[in-house]
């Protein structure tokens, strides 16, 4: 793979931090999975049966309980796309990394198909390829098959509606995961910004967080957005290009 000169550059710059550097951790979003054919979530209502919906009627508690059949619906057309798809060059780069955690915006678990072990995978955001009770205090959950997904049905468990396993819009992220995302952003030398415009909050935080704590970061996207303003090393360029020439040859730790 070629690269222009000043991407050349930029590039040895940031290997030069990734090898002073004994504490590394990615954190991606849509951007890293686009490239295996998942748009974006806004691109998704594309489709001319979901284009005249605003996406916070398919993804927030209200859209749901006002209408829950529609919600599950659109859900399962997103995983019918999911079934078909296979990581990229960018996921197969990452999954080489197999002592650096992981903390994702994806939904999807394209990583773990790439073969990063599951509990070194943090989903902020949740899974789209899980269900749970909607109840909270039901901790009901299954996996969901993505070539026959289910329809909308009551918990075996409460009765009450199962629903996708993801955050909606105006819900909390996973407190576990979101407290182990924050922790190890406080103490990384070098944090990878992988696809994202680091707009969507509180998970764009961590950025400025790991800055906050003397990380360098690190940030690879087509677009620089808010993510590349943030850089230390900004490397313009898709994601299946320029990590893998960016990581070769490291066997980078989250934890010394």
């Not at 006002?66 to 659109?74: L, M, Y």
């Not at 990581?87 to 197999?98: D, S």
């Not at 996207?221 to 090393?233: H, R």
Request: proline share 6%.
């Amino acid at each position: 793979m070629s690269f222009d000169p000043s991407l050349a550059a930029r590039l040895q710059r940031a290997r030069g931090i990734l090898a002073r550097s004994d504490r590394v951790a990615a954190f991606s979003g849509a951007g890293l999975s686009a490239e295996s054919g998942l748009p974006t979530f806004r691109d998704n209502e594309t489709d001319a049966l979901w284009s005249r919906y605003d996406p916070i009627e398919l993804a927030s508690v209200e859209g749901f309980l006002a209408n829950p059949e529609r919600v599950i619906e659109w859900y399962n057309w997103r995983r019918s796309r999911y079934a078909a798809v296979k990581p990229n060059a960018a996921h197969r780069a990452l999954a080489g990394q197999p002592r650096m955690i992981q903390i994702t915006q994806n939904v999807d678990h394209l990583l773990e198909q790439a073969g990063v072990a599951a509990d070194q995978v943090d989903h902020l955001h949740g899974s789209i390829l899980h269900d749970r009770c909607h109840a909270g205090d039901c901790d009901y959950r299954e996996i969901i098959d993505p070539d026959n997904p289910l329809a909308l049905r009551a918990c075996p468990r409460c009765g009450e509606p199962m629903r996708p396993a993801v955050v909606w819009f105006g819900e909390n992220l996973p407190q576990t995961t979101w407290l182990r995302a924050q922790q190890l952003c406080m103490s990384l030398d070098c944090l990878l910004v992988v696809g994202t415009s680091a707009t969507v909050y509180p998970a764009a935080g961590l950025i400025e967080l790991a800055r906050q704590h003397d990380s360098r970061v690190i940030v690879i996207d087509p677009n620089p957005g808010a993510a590349g303003n943030q850089a230390d090393v900004y490397l313009a360029g898709a994601a299946g290009e320029v990590l893998p020439a960016l990581l070769d040859g490291f066997d980078l730790a989250t934890a010394s």
